[in-house]
């Protein structure tokens, strides 16, 4: 019997939070595990489970805030986007207050603006956070 090889669903969320300065500023995490970096919270979708509540499960479990989805940005599927194996990763603009505190997959979490993000960044959130400032300059 053939055994098929499917790439695995993921879901992100580019979550936008005002900062202490009153800037409106989107949350990152530095890995605690391997790929590190900095990164969009997200992660693997469960079985049975929706893109949508894979989404606000790991935004949870990351940050320890609870998000509102406001849209989804765009589907992600280059094979090549995550070293360890085929991923397809939905990404979802989403809203949150409070103090985002880094659990679960995140050592270290930070609200930043667009100017702040001059790192590399994990995987291929770079790209993910080109598409969602274009997205935002168009909107203006």
Known sequence: MTKYKNPVPTADSIIEIERDDGR???ILIKRK???YGWAIPGGFVDYGESLE???VREAKEETSLDIKL???LYTYSDPKR?????TI???FV???SGTPLAQDDAQDIGIFTQEEINFPLAFDHEQILEDYFKRKEKEK
């Not at 995550?82 to 085929?86: F, I, L, Y």
């Open 24 to 26: 409106l500023g989107i």
């Open 33 to 35: 595990f391997p790929p």
């Open 53 to 55: 509540k894979a989404a």
């Open 70 to 72: 406001k849209y989804q």
């Open 82 to 86: 995550d070293a360890r194996k085929h």
């Open 89 to 91: 990763t939905t990404v």
């Open 94 to 96: 989403a809203s949150a």
